[in-house]
């Protein structure tokens, strides 16, 4: 079975401090993970994916993700958070060709100005 | 490019009632996957349907049914509604069955009193 922890609920930063937001896994085989915002009301939109490759993977609006095998990590950070990256942030994990995502409960991000 | 739409917004039913949702995958898109998110979790899959097939369910009861159309669209069905049912229904779509990369649609709220 996949699964995902996200191991905080909130998440409060700075405008312009650094923002992580924290991911664990669980996986068979070789992860395929991902991770993914939802504002108030909204569905979700993706915002990076890890498949092969580089650890450092760099997504939409300035955030970027680390994987790490041995930790079975995939931290979400942002170099300087903005107000506007206020929102509630979502962890997934699928194995190769897998047909479903596996979500973490999420993590809710407050960007005080 | 057209992305994932849903009908309705938002939908209140009574219990033991019967809903149906709608979506329309992202253009070119031929798997759809349909995810329920109760307040205060993560998303958790349903189903997928690959060319008019089921692909793959969730833990969910055979009340909650699907269907894909021959252009790709799909419906989520739940009989006997039941409270616990009252929740964002999500539907995301895919380029391939296996592609874990999915598009999700905005979602349906339904109230179920």
């Known amino acids: 079975a996949q699964s995902v922890a996200q191991p905080e609920d909130q998440v409060n930063v700075a405008e312009g401090n650094p923002l992580t937001v924290k991911c664990t896994y669980s996986?068979?085989?070789?992860?395929?993970l991902f991770w993914y915002v939802q504002y108030p009301n909204r569905g979700l939109q993706f915002l990076l994916k890890?498949?092969?490759?580089?650890?450092l993977v760099k997504g939409s609006y300035g955030f970027e993700a680390e994987f790490n095998k041995s930790q079975t990590s995939f931290h979400l950070k942002k170099p300087s958070a903005l107000v506007s990256d206020s929102a509630l942030y979502f962890c997934?994990?699928?194995?190769?060709?897998?047909?479903?995502?596996?979500f973490g409960a999420g993590t809710t991000v407050t960007v005080r100005a | 490019e057209t992305g994932v739409t849903q009908s309705p917004t938002h939908l209140i039913k009574t219990r033991g009632q019967q809903v149906t949702l709608r979506c329309s995958s992202q253009?070119?898109?031929?798997?759809v996957s349909w995810y329920q998110q109760a307040l205060g979790q993560g998303p958790q899959f349903i189903f997928q349907y690959y060319r008019e097939e089921e692909n793959g369910r969730g833990n969910f009861p055979p009340r909650f049914s699907g269907l894909q159309f021959p252009n790709y669209s799909s419906e989520l069905n739940v009989n006997a509604l039941e409270l616990d049912d009252s929740a964002l229904y999500l539907c995301?779509?895919?380029?391939?069955?296996?592609?874990?990369?999915?598009?999700f649609g905005p979602g349906t709220r339904l109230t179920v009193l």
């Open positions: 997934a994990v699928s194995g190769y060709n897998d047909y479903k995502l596996s």
């Open positions: 253009s070119g898109h031929n798997t």
């Open positions: 995301a779509s895919s380029l391939a069955q296996g592609d874990n990369e999915q598009f």
């Open positions: 996986v068979s085989g070789n992860p395929y």
């Open positions: 890890y498949i092969t490759g580089d650890n």
